[in-house]
């Protein structure tokens, strides 16, 4: 899709206070697999083998060589245009959110700081017993599972699995954003778990308006201002440079 509404243009353009909310799709590019599509990670892996408590509590091993071979993955990824966008988007609205359900730091290593990850990130570890929160940059690990530092305790990634609840406080800081932004960016999300789409909605319900991006129609896909059907590394590069045109 090369052309947009001048309408879609003049929003991009004006809007001052902006929410990004962001899925595998936007790092299918970098080459990511994503979970739900083809070659996604949920259609070879189940999900309640590796990514529950309780299956950490059977076999923490298992799990962590699983979270090793995608820590290799996401190390070895480089930011796409889309996330290079994004960058330009922090830097050119007055205010800007971007929420990621993704845990491969690429928002962050593509340059973005206003950055909530609220199903955790992949380079970051949690203690089981002392609760310490620490980066984990060390590929591949040396000891499988790895023991926290400070008490000598199995670590575990720090991200939110099936079953579980999300960190204390963060999803009340984006209810709060999103109370009343003026314009949603929803992007390569499919929009299967709850809680992401929760927060879109509740943006749209309270005045903002939205922009999805995704070759594939999603949960919210009916909700949505604007369906913008496509890769985001392409379509996204593309509405930023026709913004300025208009
Ligand atoms: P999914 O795998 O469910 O969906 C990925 C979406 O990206 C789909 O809608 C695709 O159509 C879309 N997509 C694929 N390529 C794209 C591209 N180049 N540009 C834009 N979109 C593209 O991934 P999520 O919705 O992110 O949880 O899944 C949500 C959560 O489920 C994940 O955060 C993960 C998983 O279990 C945790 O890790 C805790």
Redesign the pocket.
């Known amino acids: 899709m090369d052309s947009f509404s001048k309408e879609l243009l003049q929003i991009v353009k004006n809007a001052k206070k902006v929410a990004v909310l962001t ?4 790092s ?2 970098s080459g990511i697999p ?4 083809s070659g ?1 990670y ?1 259609k070879n892996y189940r ?1 309640e083998d590796l ?1 529950t408590p309780e299956a950490f509590q059977k076999d923490p091993k298992l799990v962590w060589e699983w979270y090793e071979m995608r820590r290799g993955v996401c190390a070895n990824a480089k930011p796409n245009p ?1 996330h290079e966008t994004i960058v330009s988007m922090e830097n050119y609205y007055k205010e800007f959110f971007l929420i990621t ?3 491969d730091g690429l928002h962050r290593r593509a340059g973005n700081s206003k950055i909530v990850p609220i ?1 955790g990130d992949i380079f970051t570890s949690r203690c089981t017993q002392c609760g310490d929160i620490s980066e984990l940059l060390e590929i591949p690990l040396t000891n499988l599972p790895p023991i926290c530092k400070h008490c000598n305790s199995l670590l575990r990634p720090h ?3 099936f079953g579980e609840t999300y960190f204390p406080g963060v999803l009340e800081g984006c209810y709060s954003y999103l109370s009343n932004c003026e314009l949603i960016f929803i ?7 709850s809680v ?1 789409i929760q927060l879109a909605l509740y943006a749209i319900q309270n005045g903002a308006i939205s922009i999805e ?4 129609e ?1 949960t919210i896909t009916s909700k949505v201002g604007f369906y913008l059907k496509g ?3 392409e379509i996204l590069p593309k509405i930023w440079i026709a913004k300025n045109k208009d």
Request: aromatic share 8%; proline share 5%.
């Open positions: 899925g595998a799709g936007v299918a590019e994503t979970f739900r599509g996604g949920w999900a990514a889309a359900q993704n845990v199903h991200i939110v699995w992007i390569g999300t499919s929009g299967q778990v992401p991006i995704n070759p594939d999603s890769k985001a590394g």
